[in-house]
Structures are given as structure tokens and as C-alpha cells.
Nanobody, 116 residues
Framework: QVQLVESGGGLVQAGGSLRLSCAASGSTFSIISMGWYRQDPGQQRELVASITSGGGTNYADSVKGRFTIFRDNAKNTVHLQMNSLKPEDTAVYYC??????????WGQGTQVTVSS
């Protein structure tokens, strides 16, 4: 089992920045990749960014050039640096980890609100 604890959400004005962090514990040796998803009420959860254990990254088109995902393997932590935030980035952001047996793990979610 893997446990994920997120931090760093909040309220920011458009054009501002936030950094989300996710600390993994438990069977972290089994993690293939980690990432961030977001979800608006009534909408499907969508991938924002992901990073593999080898460092390969993937971003949603809507955040390319504004968001950066990076990880600290020694601390089993993944971060999402969000710059040039827009009101449409407002959502609950969830940390995700994919295990070797394709088990999905989720954090509790953290609210990001961008005011115009």
C-alpha cells in the first residue's frame, strides 16, 4: 500500500504562483510514476502532469509552459510548480501514484482557487 499526503493548495490571484507537494509513504518501492490530476465539480478528473521513476514527464496541453512537475526521489516527494495561474485552473488537485501492479493510489485532494 502507498499513502499520499498533499499540501500547498490555496487562493491566489490570476497570474500568481503556487506549489503543490505530495509525500508518498508505505510501499514506495512499487511506484512506477506519480502525478497530479484535477477535478471541477461535475467534471471528469483530468491529468495535469505526471513523472515516471526515470524522470520522464507528461503535461496536459492546457498547462504546458506554465506548470512544472519534479520529484525528490530521496524524500519520495513530487512537486507541481504552477506559474501564470488562470481562473480556469481552479479545481481540486489530487496526487496520484501508479504501482507496479497498476494499482492506483490517490491523495485526499487539495483546493486551488484562482481569482480573476
Amino acid at each position: 500500500q502507498v499513502q499520499l499526503v498533499e499540501s500547498g493548495g490555496g487562493l491566489v490571484q490570476a497570474g500568481g504562483s503556487l506549489r503543490l507537494s505530495c509525500a508518498a509513504s508505505g510501499s514506495t518501492f512499487s511506484i512506477i510514476s506519480m502525478g497530479w490530476y484535477r477535478q471541477d465539480p461535475g467534471q471528469q478528473r483530468e491529468l495535469v502532469a505526471s513523472i515516471t521513476s526515470g524522470g520522464g514527464t507528461n503535461y496536459a496541453d492546457s498547462v504546458k509552459g506554465r506548470f512544472t512537475i519534479f520529484r525528490d526521489n530521496a524524500k519520495n516527494t513530487v512537486h507541481l510548480q504552477m506559474n501564470s495561474l488562470k481562473p480556469e485552473d481552479t479545481a481540486v488537485y489530487y496526487c496520484h501514484a501508479l504501482g507496479r501492479t497498476y494499482m492506483n493510489y490517490w491523495g485526499q485532494g487539495t483546493q486551488v482557487t484562482v481569482s480573476s
